[in-house]
């Protein structure tokens, strides 16, 4: 996977390239007035923890973190002994771009199954529940999927609620790395909750930084024991935030009067724009299911490097030209529609 190296073209690589969100910067300001305690012993981060259980639940414990790959690589260390093992898909983020820091930092071993369009289905995870009890071969404790996935494709509830129930009968936990969970959710037409841990979702990487955040996550417990230790996981995995009322403040922004909602909405509703601006595009072929702010789709490849020269993207695949195209909550339908007449343009040339 490669990406350009213009500087100062608008981004399509990621939603990470988004700036942050005017009322989300107002109210990192609104939170730098006066002093206040540290490490979450204040009245913002006790705002945030209320906004988040009104969305997960009364019962959750919620903990926030720096970072989409701390949010997820803490959830396994909660979840997991040292001999035990995370189930998720080849194509998860947890398994391609988080630099081993599962195996590395939570010692936890990552088993890996095919799936298609990057959803882990029901038998894929069976097949890996085996050997449980034998002292020679690593234990199955948590299974990881991604709301949205990896390959822009968004879980239904009851997809995500199938998993759950094999999941627990099987007494393992599940975990959701919800990087993107607000796309999704908007996706769904339903509470963030209604995509997650309404569902069976036991433990959630709830994450803000690709919807309008300056960087914040969230790692939410649905069952409260599950959470016993965490704040010493927290901090010995250097995710305690002295000043954490301005990673608080963030989420306050982003929840309340469902902002995240309205950020997401918009994201999903330019990729969709884009999807079929480029669809009917001779050489241009759309891979993968358009579900939320996602669009994958091969080029000719001649094409591809001068795309490049115009806009920030990632070549997906390389072998197949296939590229990843994002779109964020500050996308313009003018961005799409430059984008689209470059892809006209160069691909019909």
């Known amino acids: 996977?490669?990406?350009?190296?213009?500087?100062?073209?608008?981004?399509?690589?990621?939603?990470?390239?988004?700036?942050?969100?005017?009322?989300?910067?107002?109210?990192?300001?609104?939170?730098?007035?006066?002093?206040?305690?540290?490490?979450?012993?204040d009245r913002w981060t006790e705002?945030?923890?209320?906004?988040?259980?009104?969305?997960?639940?009364?019962?959750?414990?919620?903990y926030l973190v720096w970072g989409g790959t701390a949010a997820n690589v803490l959830s396994l260390r909660a979840c997991c002994r040292p001999w035990e093992a995370a189930i998720c898909v080849d194509s998860a983020h947890l398994n391609v771009d988080e630099a081993g820091a599962p195996e590395a930092i939570a010692g936890v071993k990552l088993l890996t199954a095919a799936g298609q369009d990057g959803k882990l289905a029901g038998e894929a995870i069976e097949r890996l529940i085996v050997r449980v009890g034998d002292e020679h071969a690593v234990q199955p404790r948590v299974v990881s999927i991604s709301q949205t996935t990896e390959l822009g494709t968004v879980y239904s509830p009851d997809e995500v609620a199938a998993i759950a129930e094999l999941v627990h009968a099987h007494g393992l936990m599940l975990h959701m790395d919800g990087a993107r969970l607000c796309n999704a959710a908007a996706a769904l037409h339903t509470a963030l909750a209604g995509a997650?841990?309404?569902?069976?979702?036991?433990?959630?990487?709830?994450?803000?930084?690709?919807?309008?955040?300056?960087?914040?996550?969230?790692?939410?417990?649905?069952?409260?024991?599950?959470?016993?230790?965490?704040?010493?996981?927290?901090?010995?995995?250097?995710?305690?935030?002295?000043?954490?009322?301005?990673?608080?403040?963030?989420?306050?922004?982003?929840?309340?009067?469902?902002?995240?909602?309205?950020?997401?909405?918009?994201?999903?509703?330019?990729?969709?724009?884009?999807?079929?601006?480029?669809?009917?595009?001779?050489?241009?072929?759309?891979?993968?299911?358009?579900?939320?702010?996602?669009?994958?789709?091969?080029?000719?490849?001649?094409?591809?490097?001068?795309?490049?020269?115009?806009?920030?993207?990632?070549?997906?695949?390389?072998?197949?030209?296939?590229?990843?195209?994002?779109?964020?909550w500050d996308t313009t339908a003018e961005d799409i529609d430059r984008l689209a007449g470059a892809v006209r343009a160069v691909v019909g040339a």
């Open 1 to 41: 996977m490669s990406t350009s190296t213009s500087a100062g073209l608008r981004g399509f690589a990621s939603d990470n390239a988004a700036g942050v969100h005017p009322a989300v910067l107002e109210a990192i300001a609104a939170a730098s007035a006066g002093h206040a305690f540290g490490y979450g012993h």
């Open 47 to 62: 705002r945030a923890e209320n906004l988040l259980k009104e969305q997960f639940g009364s019962g959750a414990r919620v």
């Open 196 to 328: 997650s841990t309404a569902l069976g979702v036991d433990v959630l990487s709830f994450g803000g930084t690709k919807n309008g955040l300056l960087g914040a996550e969230a790692v939410v417990f649905t069952e409260p024991g599950l959470a016993d230790g965490f704040e010493y996981l927290r901090k010995q995995s250097l995710q305690l935030a002295s000043k954490m009322r301005f990673l608080a403040a963030q989420f306050e922004a982003l929840l309340e009067d469902e902002l995240w909602r309205s950020l997401a909405e918009h994201a999903n509703q330019m990729a969709a724009r884009l999807a079929a601006a480029i669809d009917q595009v001779p050489g241009v072929t759309i891979t993968r299911p358009v579900q939320a702010n996602a669009i994958f789709a091969t080029l000719p490849e001649q094409s591809v490097a001068p795309l490049l020269e115009q806009f920030d993207f990632y070549v997906w695949d390389e072998r197949r030209s296939e590229v990843r195209l994002m779109c964020a």
